[in-house]
């Protein structure tokens, strides 16, 4: 009896976590069409999220891209398939690779950081201030990231698939020994409409889940410096573990047909 209750308090605590993120996310949506509007804390959101996340996007899209391409004409070459490299590194940067790897950085370098900020600000009061001077907390702090982060990481997104697939075509040309031009045109004619928007829709959602796991566990920490350092950690593996789930759905809901 004693492990069977210990499984069913694990159990309610995990719908009561369910819970108390989804009240917190209808909270940060009820505001989005509530003025006021603080264009300066948006416009700040996407300069730290979107401009100052270019290289590390640009660098790990890059290599990985290059890397997949010696993969594959190594796997290919078993089967007389080498040929197929083009179309493999584009379908699997556009689709999979280039979303998901975008979106885990962002939650490495976005997510711990607004759980880190958010919390010490909570931590140091600073929060209990806004609410003094009539600022709700949710318009000031939490909405302009996550609108920020929603809007920008689709860009993000393009900017990733693109270098890795010219991290892949410079792997091919310059390694391969592979025609740049019939690569190029390989690439174009493989790539659908459909593989596109499926690309930029998974931004749009990694990049939603990635600001609100930070404003989430920001805004839930405990006092302390522990607390602010189990926010962040934790903001970030939450968000991880969220990103690929949601990666899971949406291919199943794009590609299952």
Not at 187 to 214: H, W
């Amino acid at each position: 009896m004693t492990m069977l209750a210990s499984v069913g308090a694990g159990f309610l605590g995990l719908l009561a976590a369910i819970g108390r993120l989804a009240m917190f996310t209808g909270q940060t949506l009820s505001h989005l069409l509530r003025p006021p509007f603080y264009g300066r804390e948006f416009a700040n959101a996407l300069m730290q999220i979107g401009y100052f996340s270019l290289p590390v996007v640009g660098l790990t899209a890059f290599f990985t891209g290059g890397a997949l391409a010696l993969q594959i004409y190594s796997g290919g070459a078993r089967f007389s398939a080498e040929a197929v490299v083009p179309q493999i590194v584009a379908i699997g940067m556009v689709r999979e690779l280039g979303p998901v790897l975008v979106g885990l950085m962002i939650a490495a370098r976005v997510t711990s950081s607004i759980a880190a900020e958010i919390a010490t600000m909570k931590v140091t009061e600073q929060i209990d201030a806004l609410v003094t001077l009539s600022t709700h907390p949710i318009k000031y702090l939490i909405l302009p990231r996550v609108l920020a982060a929603t809007l920008v990481m689709p860009i993000l997104v393009a900017v990733g698939d693109i270098i890795g697939i010219y991290g892949g075509f410079l792997v091919s040309t310059e390694r391969l020994g592979f025609n740049a031009a019939a690569y190029l045109q390989n690439t174009a004619d493989f790539l659908t409409r459909l593989d596109i928007i499926s690309s930029l829709a998974k931004g749009a959602v990694f990049g939603f889940i990635a600001a609100l796991m930070g404003c989430y566990y920001g805004m839930n920490s405990d006092r302390g410096a522990m607390g602010v350092g189990r926010a962040t950690k934790s903001s970030v593996v939450a968000a991880a573990i969220l990103i690929l789930a949601a990666n899971f759905l949406l291919t199943e809901a794009f590609f299952s047909a």
